[in-house]
């Protein structure tokens, strides 16, 4: 059987957003980041999250929602998403394949 998931990157800035987009509240009251973290943990089995050093609110916010899914904290984040999605994809080692998401995505299908 073949072993994979998903990475979720969510270690950005949000800059050109203005604020932390992650943490933006969707009219459902869910913020960004949950509802894609809902949205894809139901399409995979295995979830990466990869965030930042210092995100220990959105990390326990996370982890709450969905404590099945892994949060890899990215040390190097702040250097871009290419980095970003390098955490993630050390963590998923041993995986057989990886698809990845975007946490500012929650309505893909």
Do not use: T
């Amino acid at each position: 059987m073949r072993r994979g998931g998903v990475v979720l990157l969510a270690a950005g800035y949000g800059r050109r957003f203005g604020s932390d987009k992650r943490r933006h509240v969707l009219p459902d009251g869910r913020p960004l980041a949950l509802a894609s973290l809902d949205l894809y943990a139901a399409a995979f089995d295995e979830v990466i999250v990869v965030v930042r050093p210092e995100d220990d609110a959105l990390a326990d916010a996370l982890s709450a929602r969905r404590p099945e899914a892994h949060i890899e904290r990215c040390p190097d984040a702040a250097l871009g998403m290419g980095h970003s999605l390098s955490c993630g994809a050390r963590a998923a080692a041993g995986w057989d394949y990886l698809f990845v998401a975007l946490a500012d995505m929650a309505w893909i299908r």
